[in-house]
């Protein structure tokens, strides 16, 4: 199992001499994957957890892409109805060409209303808006010419955006909403969930899934979760723990477990929604450096 990390690209202490240390620090200790979030207007709903500055996850990657050597480049995730999906095809298939192929496309449809308004989206559309969008990009990136007449989108032989990678950069689907679910099976190769329990995992999500996949005659998308990365000292009590939070012995359990779900590759975020997590770089690299040392055999993508 590959494990990556998300560098926290908002907040006070979103400076960039801190973001390019997270990312040499963690490529340094051996980790597979970087990752970055997205917003585009600050609105007071999104300020209160993800507050300016808030570094744009193309820009960030772009940057990373020429600072890093090895890692994979991921969005954890783009909001899919922000931006134009030409616009979007083309910033991914640039990323992916310019790191030599290690761009992974992460998407989800967003939920902050205010946002949306901001943007001049319709929020109670934004789960057909995304899934028309996502189609785009992914014809963009593996047809020739995209002609398209679609509720959203018109497109009159558009010429293809080449990618380094081939077919296309993998896509990776986020939420765990029927809406999320379907778009993961129809148009993803990665399920990947965010802020959830072992449990409600394993008893929900996967047969969700599965059922979803089932229905539409489609194989399930392979498991690629991101999970928090909140170390005690003590071990948390209580079925509402979520994963990834908690003792090193309850985390090294709960990527044990995750394997055996299935999962391929696994994202740690530092962030508990705490505004002052962006500014604690030092305690955070202390916890990749532990996981990395009594925890994970990176370069062997296995378990300590």
């Known amino acids: 199992m590959r494990v990556g990390v998300n560098i926290i690209n908002f907040g006070p202490g979103a400076r960039p001499e801190a973001l390019l240390s997270w990312a040499r620090i963690a490529e340094s200790l ?144 986020g939420g765990s909403s029927d809406g999320a679910l379907r778009r993961a099976v129809l148009q993803g190769d990665a399920w990947h969930p965010v802020s959830f329990t072992m449990s409600s995992l394993r008893e929900s999500g996967l047969p969700r899934l599965a059922a979803m996949a089932s229905a539409h005659g489609r194989p399930v998308p392979t498991l690629c979760p991101r999970i928090r990365l909140n170390l005690t000292d003590e071990p948390i009590r209580g079925d509402d723990r979520l994963a990834g939070a908690g003792s090193l012995s309850q985390i090294r359990e709960d990527l044990a477990a995750l394997v055996e779900l299935g999962a391929e590759h696994v994202v740690l975020d530092w962030y508990t929604f705490r505004v002052a997590d962006s500014a604690e770089h030092e305690r955070g690299w202390r916890a990749l450096a532990l996981l990395a040392e009594q925890a994970l055999d990176l370069e062997h993508e296995t378990l300590r």
Do not use: C, K
């Open 30 to 173: 051996g980790y597979h994957s970087l990752w970055t979030s997205d917003h585009v207007a600050v609105t007071p709903d999104v300020g209160r957890m993800f507050p300016e500055p808030f570094y744009d996850p193309y820009a960030l990657l772009a940057l990373l892409a020429g600072q890093t050597e090895r890692v994979q480049l991921g969005t954890t995730v783009i909001v899919l109805p922000y931006r134009h999906p030409v616009l979007m095809a083309r910033l991914g298939a640039n990323i992916d060409q310019l790191s030599g192929g290690r761009f992974i496309f992460g998407v989800g449809v967003g939920n902050f209303e205010r946002e949306f308004a901001s943007l001049g989206v319709p929020h109670n559309r934004r789960g057909a808006i995304g899934d028309e969008y996502l189609e785009v990009v992914r014809r963009l990136w593996t047809e020739e010419s995209v002609t398209l007449d679609g509720r959203f989108v018109q497109l009159d032989e558009v010429a293809g955006i080449a990618t380094q990678q081939r077919p296309r950069p993998p896509i990776w689907v």
